[in-house]
């Protein structure tokens, strides 16, 4: 879906108005579309498939806005002022931005949709009111001329990516969280939705193995229905695992399908296909597969990524966006569903934490529960260890593993992201289903492939997240492996091969060599960047860890990978915001 940029002014302004027309007539001389939303308010959108616009009540939404098929609404105060807002995020969910005009037509308050699908900027400049999930170049400048990186949020960022669902890592604009309004007026934000209010829903707690795995995949149907009917022409990626096989179930047959696709790396780790096989023999499509092989990671490459209001992380990979990009096109597909987001809200792994979600929720009485033994063995514990760590348990989260850190130490702990507050009460696998869905809000971020189609992901969208949310962990891995409940569900439109696959895709080998094979450019690009310049990047420990046997003896990729992306964000905005 396109993205968009909706400037508002105040009635009587004659040099707002001026302003207006100024970077109205700007954005149509670029090539962007435009459309008045009233004489105060003009909205301009560009990329593939422009946003839609409907109106519910005093909210304008801007992007895919789909009906709830059961909506459960949450109890309110009657005298409750945002009770109208809070109940619409239950009536209908989407990928959206939500703008409330005042009487005289200037934007008012904002919102962003519960899943984080579409970003949710608001800023003042010039006495305009802005509200975007993004900003084209040509306009930076004229909009937002006060705007600055903040060198502490990407210090936290950085160690951290998770943190990027929370605040902008730019001093200006204000990013609303998912499910958050904001009072353009007042400057006041109001959380409408958030995980918490989700979590270990009584009605779902109380269901049955049967019923709850019908309830699973029964939102996720939702999710693809609806997605599905905002575009023509799709395609699906399959890799062979789980996640993106219950996608394509819940496609195949309802809807039509141009072109499957999978992408196989080398080595027998990253080579799925003869799951894609069972799968496409199963459900009888024809599956395109295409072989990935390591591209080089220069200098070209990275100052290629796409950076936006935020660094990227689905933009890692821009050799494999470009050819799938190349391929919907030609198959004449403007959207692509994919499986991404599912290993953390389904839960896989299934862990010893799922025992001490389930101590947390019942006490002494979960030791009378077979799910017990059944995790132990798992696991490879004994029942009492289990019971041991569960009473132990205080909230804490795993500490970072020990090694060599590509950062300098940070002067003071980050806060706490703001949907963790209450993690203590949920249990250390229901926050890692948090946590996931925080890296899930990364996946919805521009990359060469966006710029091409639009990337669907239905396993992170709203009637998902609430269904895995209100279950508990237990519910979920059936008290014995990683994602049973999801296997239940479809255990009848998936063939055997994949609903008792116990192995995984591994590609760490394959950016790994990516990483080995860039190091002529990539040494420089982080050695004499800008975040070794501000003391982000501990140059010294960069020499060592930017070595081939340095990368073979710690296998540092995820941060090699992260760190390379966030320098090439911050010279993105050093320069645009200098020109």
């Known amino acids: 879906m396109g993205e968009f940029l909706l400037c508002s002014r105040r009635p009587g302004d004659a ?63 009657e005298n409750d002022p945002k009770a109208y807002d809070v109940k619409l995020l239950a009536r209908v969910w989407g990928r959206y931005v939500g703008v409330m005009l005042d009487p005289a037509g200037s934007v008012a308050a904002a919102l962003r949709d519960p ?58 604009p204000v990013a609303l969280l998912p499910g958050e309004m904001r009072d353009l007026a007042t400057e006041e934000t109001t959380p409408l939705w958030t995980p918490a209010g989700h979590i270990h829903r009584p009605d779902l707690l109380a269901l049955q193995p049967p019923e709850a795995a019908a309830q699973l995949r029964d939102a996720l149907k939702e999710a693809v229905d609806g997605l599905a009917s905002a575009t023509d022409a799709v395609a699906a990626e399959v890799s062979g695992g789980l996640d993106s096989s219950l996608v394509a179930a819940a496609l195949h047959p309802s809807h039509q399908v141009r072109l499957w696709l999978n992408a196989f ?16 023999a199963h459900l009888d499509i024809e ?30 990979d821009g050799a494999f966006d ?8 030609k198959a004449g597909v403007d959207a692509l569903f994919t499986g991404k987001g599912g290993d953390g809200l389904l839960i896989q792994p299934a862990t010893s934490k799922v025992f001490t979600d389930l101590w947390r929720l019942k006490g002494w009485r979960s ?3 077979p799910d017990l033994a059944h995790l132990a063995r798992l696991n490879e514990r004994s029942v009492w260890t289990l019971v041991a760590e569960a009473r132990r348990w205080r909230g804490q989260m795993d500490r970072p593993r020990p090694g060599q850190d590509l950062f300098t130490p940070l002067a003071t702990s980050p806060a706490r ?20 869905l925080l890296q899930g809000h990364g996946l919805h971020g521009p990359s060469r492939l966006t710029a091409a189609v639009d990337v669907f992901h239905p396993l992170l969208s709203q009637p998902v997240i609430e269904a895995c949310l209100g279950l508990s962990t237990p519910q979920l891995t059936l008290g014995r492996r990683d994602r049973a409940l999801a296997r239940l569900a479809f255990q009848d439109q998936l063939p055997p091969e994949i609903i008792q696959r116990r192995s995984k895709g591994e590609l760490t080998a394959f950016f790994g060599r990516m990483i080995a094979d860039g190091l002529e450019d990539l040494r420089p690009w982080l050695l004499d960047g800008r975040l070794a310049a501000l003391g982000i990047i501990d140059r010294r420990s960069a020499e060592a860890i930017l070595t081939r046997d340095a990368l073979i003896r710690g296998g540092d990729y995820p941060d090699i990978l992260v760190a390379a992306l966030f320098e090439g964000w911050v010279r993105a905005w050093d320069s645009r915001l200098r020109t």
Do not use: M
């Open 15 to 77: 040099i707002g108005e001026r302003l207006s027309r100024a970077v109205r007539h700007e954005a149509e001389r670029q090539g962007y579309a435009s459309e008045a939303l009233s004489p105060l308010t003009w909205l301009i959108a560009w990329g593939p498939r422009p946003p839609a616009i409907r109106r519910i009540g005093p909210w304008t939404l801007v992007g895919d806005v789909f009906d709830r098929r059961r909506p459960v609404f949450p109890t309110v105060r």
């Open 367 to 369: 030791l009378a529960s």
């Open 322 to 329: 470009q050819e799938w990009a190349v391929r919907c096109a």
């Open 417 to 436: 992201h703001p949907w963790l507050k209450e993690a203590s009460a949920w249990g250390p696998a229901k926050t890692v289903q948090v946590l996931s």
């Open 115 to 172: 899943s984080g699908a579409r970003e949710a900027v608001v800023w003042t400049a010039h006495g305009l009111t802005f509200v975007a999930s993004d900003v084209p170049d040509a306009l930076i400048r004229t909009v937002a001329p006060d705007w600055r990186i903040s060198v502490e949020r990407v210090s936290a960022a950085v160690r951290n990516p998770l943190a990027l669902g929370s605040e902008l890592l730019l001093d200006g």
């Open 265 to 280: 790396g080398p080595g027998p780790g990253a080579d799925e296909r003869r799951f894609v096989q069972a799968l496409a």
């Open 287 to 316: 599956v395109t597969t295409y072989s990935r092989r390591p591209s080089v990671l220069t200098r070209k490459e990275l100052e290629a990524a796409p950076q936006r209001l935020r660094p990227s992380l689905a933009a890692l």
